[in-house]
């Protein structure tokens, strides 16, 4: 099978510079359908799901290729190749954000610049490291996840999108989360939980921006505060919006944000 239907790969826009578009853990392509409109009158934007998630090929989904973040990145190159990319402006969500960087340090001809929502490097508190979890209460949700899919779903979700006066949030999170094939969300979660890529951030020369929000459980600011320091490229901004998902709740600050750094790096109109 073909690398784009593989991945379910659209490709939208009116413009030359490519936006390619990665959605995060139990999630799909669609996430990103209030950012995508406000660029593609000047950007070429490429939207893909990862293999096991949204409309992928089920049937690519390989267990020991996906069990670390290196396969998900070798996708996104592959994805770049295939259409003959360059100077990708690369929007990562959550674990997403990683994989943009392990790409960008494999094939840096590739990137122009990352933009990085909600990342974080690992998820595990490691002596003076805080990374939101302790080791046992990331086992633990690994656990819950295993034993109940749908229960885990609907208990996690609130808490990720952390904006509880507005429950269609939630309730879209959580038929996402349901969506995803059981077996492939299990190991996900593990690759996701689990991956510690902290010793990547340095070697990335690529201009980063990282959009942490103000209140985030996934990814506190203390995460953000972190890879800006270890990232000498890059570039912290703090949004207003709370919980992990800025994109679905609070995409117009997501856009400004956006807009505004890649007025600063690139030189494009802020409008």
């Known amino acids: 099978m073909g690398i784009l239907k593989r991945n379910n790969v659209i490709i939208k826009g009116e413009g ?6 990665a959605h995060g853990f139990g999630c799909d392509q669609n996430m990103w359908r209030y950012i995508t409109p406000a660029f593609e ?3 070429k934007i490429i939207l893909f799901d990862h293999v096991g998630a949204g409309k992928s090929d089920l049937k690519a ?3 020991i290729k996906y069990k670390e973040l290196d396969g998900y990145a070798q996708d996104i190159n592959e994805i770049a190749t295939e259409l003959n990319l360059e100077n ?11 994989m943009g960087i392990i790409a960008a340090n494999r094939q840096p001809q590739l990137f122009k610049t990352l933009i990085l929502v909600a990342p974080s490097p690992s998820y595990i ?5 805080i ?9 633990e949700l ?6 109940n899919h749908m229960g885990w779903s609907m208990t996690m979700a609130p808490l990720i999108m952390s904006n509880p006066d507005r429950t269609e949030l939630s309730e879209e999170l959580t038929a996402s989360f349901c969506r995803t094939d059981p077996t492939i969300a299990k190991q996900f979660a593990r690759t996701t939980f689990l991956s510690d890529c902290r010793n990547t951030l340095s070697s990335c020369t690529i201009p980063s921006l990282i959009l942490q929000c103000s209140n985030d459980i996934i990814a506190p600011i203390e995460v953000g505060e972190y890879m800006h320091k270890k990232m000498v490229h890059s570039k912290l901004s703090i949004l207003e919006a ?5 994109h679905l709740s609070a995409p117009e600050e997501t856009i400004s944000a956006i807009k505004a750094y890649l007025s600063y790096v690139t030189g494009f109109q802020k409008d």
């Open 16 to 21: 030359t510079p490519p936006m390619m578009f």
């Open 41 to 43: 009158d000047t950007h």
């Open 61 to 63: 989904y390989d267990p």
């Open 88 to 98: 990708i402006i690369f929007i990562g969500h959550s674990v997403s954000a990683m």
């Open 125 to 129: 508190n490691d002596e003076d490291y």
């Open 131 to 139: 990374g939101g979890f302790s080791k046992s209460e990331i086992d």
């Open 142 to 147: 690994l656990e819950s996840l295993d034993t």
């Open 242 to 246: 709370t919980g992990h998902c800025p």
